[in-house]
């Protein structure tokens, strides 16, 4: 275990990202709604660099919602910028996907300096 | 954008040839090559709105998709010859076949003088441009449907270089069908020059092949057809008029429709002509005779859960040789290399997959990777 110094966490506001060197590639860490996120920068898909991509919200519905679309997960939805996969920011997972998700971190806040856990 | 971040992809040992990359052809830039009376007509085009792949000043596609905000990958595009071999670059591919962005529509142009000198332009264009064997970037000379006989003249005009190894045929609401007699001259000229024809098409909205897809509200129900339908409308009637019958030297190339919807043509079609065989009188041996014969990119390549069903999926048609790698870059839905190279084809078919079968279709040396 190691940990990687991602800077102060309160020079990450919620929606902003920054990106952290670990080997030889990057992790995303994200401002969620003010959770902290960390993200491989690499899609499941066809490896594209995942966390640059926009943060945007998408449309679905359900029997739940009687079939109606609603805008949801404001904020909270990744996509990819290669081929506009989503993913759920607060777990990595791809939205209504096979089970793909994004390789997750810690993310730990230690005297006001985050940090990605590795 | 562009691929900012190339990943390793294991290649030392293989050329990658690219046999389908997208040049983007604005009227700007086509209009210093296109006949003086048309180069107003460019220059006032330029100025007019344009969307992703429609040809400017005409809605042959039509923006029929909910408009959501942030999905704006589709905006990609390559401006100048440099641009693409960085692009190329990053994407670990040697050589690159271009193809246009916004000329994919053009056979639905209802003036057939004006799409003539669009393609004399484009095909100047390139030559002038973009083609180049130091760069690894090499040319298809459009064949305008709407003009066999002056497309045949292009053909034999810019074939005559080494930059151009095909003939670029466009397939999204060509009307009549490539198999139509009129287009004999522009199957003639590709034989006599030795270039291989090579369909593809895109999305449009037209009363041809693809056609009815305004059927569907949405890209990804369109999207799957609109190639895939309107390239097996159009193997279908140039089988029926026996063109590789009566071109047996010419190589027919299918773009950007994957490969799984190759064993369907040749078992239905073979099916067929048990009982209709007679109807097919030009044709010395079944259907599936040809299309063992054609060539297909691979792109989009499917992405099925068990990769090993395409493996098999491309035994099904003897596809080793046939089977030539393709990315679509810069398109929204481009295939990294790294896709087709991670499928677990043995390794003798990779390579022949990557490059090899595209060199020798397009008699291109192996090019010398520096460094």
């Given at each position: 275990?190691?940990?990687?110094?991602?800077?102060?966490?309160?020079?990450?506001a919620p929606?902003?990202r920054?990106?952290?060197?670990?080997?030889?590639?990057?992790?995303?860490?994200?401002?969620?709604?003010?959770?902290?996120?960390?993200?491989?920068?690499?899609?499941?898909h066809?490896?594209?660099?995942?966390?640059?991509?926009?943060?945007?919200g998408?449309?679905?519905?359900?029997?739940?919602?009687?079939?109606?679309?609603?805008?949801?997960?404001?904020?909270?939805?990744?996509?990819?910028?290669?081929?506009?996969?989503?993913f759920?920011?607060?777990?990595?997972?791809?939205?209504r996907?096979?089970?793909?998700?994004?390789?997750?971190?810690?993310?730990?806040?230690?005297?006001?300096?985050?940090?990605?856990?590795? | 954008?562009?691929?900012?971040?190339?990943?390793?992809?294991?290649?030392?040992d293989?050329?990658?040839?690219?046999?389908?990359?997208?040049?983007?052809?604005?009227?700007?830039?086509?209009?210093?090559?296109?006949?003086?009376?048309?180069?107003?007509?460019?220059?006032?085009?330029?100025?007019?709105?344009r969307?992703?792949?429609?040809?400017?000043?005409?809605?042959?596609?039509?923006?029929?998709?909910?408009?959501?905000?942030?999905?704006?990958?589709?905006?990609?595009?390559?401006?100048?010859?440099?641009?693409?071999?960085?692009?190329?670059?990053?994407?670990?591919?040697?050589?690159?076949?271009?193809?246009?962005?916004?000329?994919?529509?053009?056979?639905?142009?209802?003036?057939?003088?004006?799409?003539?000198?669009?393609?004399?332009?484009?095909n100047?264009?390139?030559a002038?441009?973009?083609v180049?064997?130091?760069?690894?970037?090499?040319?298809?000379?459009?064949?305008?449907?709407?003009?066999?006989?002056?497309?045949?003249?292009?053909?034999?005009?810019?074939?005559?270089?080494?930059?151009?190894?095909?003939?670029?045929?466009?397939?999204?609401?060509?009307?009549?069908?490539?198999?139509?007699?009129?287009?004999?001259?522009?199957?003639e000229?590709?034989?006599?020059?030795?270039?291989?024809?090579?369909?593809?098409?895109?999305?449009?909205?037209?009363?041809?092949?693809?056609?009815n897809?305004?059927?569907?509200?949405?890209?990804?129900?369109?999207?799957?057809?609109?190639?895939?339908?309107?390239?097996?409308?159009?193997m279908?009637?140039?089988?029926?008029?026996?063109?590789?019958?009566?071109?047996?030297?010419?190589?027919?190339?299918?773009?950007?429709?994957?490969?799984?919807?190759?064993?369907?043509?040749m078992?239905?079609?073979?099916?067929?002509?048990?009982?209709?065989?007679?109807?097919?009188?030009?044709?010395?041996?079944?259907?599936?005779?040809?299309?063992?014969?054609?060539?297909?990119s691979?792109?989009?390549?499917?992405?099925?859960?068990?990769?090993?069903?395409?493996?098999?999926?491309?035994?099904?048609?003897?596809?080793?040789?046939?089977?030539?790698?393709?990315?679509?870059?810069?398109?929204?839905?481009?295939?990294?290399?790294?896709?087709?190279?991670?499928?677990?084809?043995?390794?003798?078919?990779?390579?022949?997959?990557?490059?090899?079968?595209?060199?020798?279709?397009?008699?291109?040396?192996?090019p010398?990777?520096?460094?």
């Amino acid at each position: 275990m190691a940990r990687i110094s991602a800077g102060p966490a309160d020079a990450l506001a919620p929606g902003e990202r920054t990106f952290v060197k670990h080997r030889n590639f990057e992790i995303g860490v994200f401002n969620v709604n003010g959770n902290f996120r960390a993200y491989r920068n690499r899609c499941p898909h066809q490896l594209g660099p995942a966390c640059e991509g926009a943060i945007s919200g998408t449309l679905m519905g359900s029997a739940d919602t009687d079939w109606q679309l609603e805008w949801v997960l404001d904020g909270r939805v990744l996509l990819c910028p290669w081929h506009q996969v989503e993913f759920d920011l607060d777990t990595g997972e791809r939205i209504r996907g096979l089970g793909e998700r994004l390789r997750s971190y810690t993310v730990e806040v230690d005297d006001g300096e985050l940090y990605v856990v590795v | 954008m562009t691929v900012t971040a190339p990943r390793p992809t294991t290649r030392d040992d293989l050329v990658i040839v690219d046999v389908d990359v997208h040049v983007n052809d604005t009227p700007e830039a086509l209009a210093p090559y296109v006949d003086a009376p048309y180069r107003r007509v460019l220059d006032h085009i330029s100025t007019l709105p344009r969307r992703y792949l429609d040809i400017p000043g005409y809605a042959l596609r039509l923006a029929i998709d909910l408009p959501l905000p942030d999905r704006g990958a589709g905006a990609r595009s390559v401006h100048t010859a440099q641009q693409m071999r960085e692009d190329l670059d990053a994407l670990a591919v040697d050589v690159g076949i271009l193809f246009p962005d916004h000329l994919l529509t053009m056979a639905a142009l209802p003036d057939d003088v004006y799409a003539a000198a669009l393609g004399r332009a484009y095909n100047a264009w390139l030559a002038e441009e973009w083609v180049s064997r130091a760069d690894g970037l090499y040319g298809a000379v459009v064949a305008v449907p709407q003009d066999p006989e002056d497309a045949a003249r292009e053909i034999r005009r810019y074939g005559a270089l080494d930059e151009f190894v095909g003939v670029y045929l466009p397939t999204a609401g060509v009307n009549p069908l490539w198999g139509n007699s009129r287009y004999t001259p522009i199957f003639e000229a590709a034989a006599e020059m030795g270039l291989p024809v090579m369909l593809h098409s895109v999305g449009l909205i037209h009363a041809a092949f693809p056609f009815n897809v305004e059927q569907f509200r949405t890209i990804l129900f369109r999207h799957p057809i609109q190639h895939e339908f309107a390239l097996m409308a159009n193997m279908f009637s140039m089988l029926e008029s026996a063109i590789p019958a009566r071109f047996p030297d010419l190589r027919i190339v299918f773009t950007e429709g994957g490969i799984s919807w190759v064993p369907f043509t040749m078992w239905r079609l073979d099916k067929e002509y048990h009982e209709y065989r007679s109807m097919a009188p030009l044709l010395e041996h079944p259907p599936s005779h040809y299309i063992r014969k054609f060539y297909f990119s691979t792109q989009p390549i499917e992405e099925p859960e068990r990769p090993q069903d395409l493996v098999t999926m491309l035994d099904m048609f003897d596809g080793a040789d046939q089977v030539l790698f393709a990315s679509d870059w810069p398109h929204h839905d481009f295939d990294h290399p790294r896709q087709v190279l991670n499928m677990p084809f043995p390794a003798d078919v990779k390579r022949k997959i990557m490059g090899e079968n595209a060199l020798a279709l397009f008699g291109i040396d192996a090019p010398v990777r520096a460094g």
